[in-house]
């Protein structure tokens, strides 16, 4: 038996309302290009539009004009997506409560993680939506999952209950070792102002 290799998030589709209401949440509200729609090719009663979040990749909605928009929370039985997060840079980050709060928008303030800030709001249609911003900037040649993942070690290896901002710096320092040379024989921290 061998396993399914996956590659990346190809995309998500969600079930919308109608069309209007989700051009204006997922383009008007998130800045997410529209990129093209046609037919939902397995329901002809429905559309399908697409958006680019933002890293080239694809978010999908179905939509039906007769369905109506709702504003409850989405159902949090198990198997049920409990919210989709996007990622967003400091200086927007900075910035999303001012813009959420200039549109009536509720939304759960900020929320630190260690190794991310958060922000949560409600769609139109009542799915939460987490904006996230990652406290840190990965080495060259690395990646995010790749810190957390040595950032986590590291958490555990102390008996910490959550992943700081110290597992992610102590992590960097593990990458650039592992992974870039020197000429010196010994990398450990030094005190040049003896």
């Known amino acids: 038996m061998k396993k399914i290799q996956t590659l990346g998030v190809h995309h998500i589709t969600m079930m919308g309302a109608d069309r209007k209401t989700s051009i204006d949440f997922w383009e008007g509200v998130l800045g997410m290009p529209f990129l093209f729609d046609q037919p939902n090719l397995d329901d002809p009663d429905e559309g399908h539009l697409y958006f680019d979040p933002g890293d080239g990749r694809l978010v999908t909605i179905f939509t039906n004009e007769s369905r109506t928009r709702v504003h409850s929370r989405t159902p949090m039985d198990a198997g049920c997506v409990h919210h989709v997060a996007f990622e967003v840079d400091r200086a927007m980050f900075d910035q999303v409560l001012e813009r959420l709060e200039a549109r009536g928008i509720g939304n759960s303030g900020i929320k630190d993680r260690g190794f991310m800030h958060s922000i949560y709001f409600k769609d139109p249609l009542g799915l939460l939506i987490e904006l996230a911003c990652y406290t840190f900037i990965p080495p060259r040649g690395s990646s995010h999952a790749e810190v957390m993942l040595e950032a986590h070690k590291l958490r555990v290896a102390r008996g910490d209950k959550a992943i700081s901002r110290e597992h992610l ?26």
């Open 169 to 194: 710096a102590d992590a960097a320092i593990m990458i650039v070792e592992r992974s870039q040379a020197t000429l010196s024989d010994d990398r450990s921290a030094k005190n040049p102002y003896r």
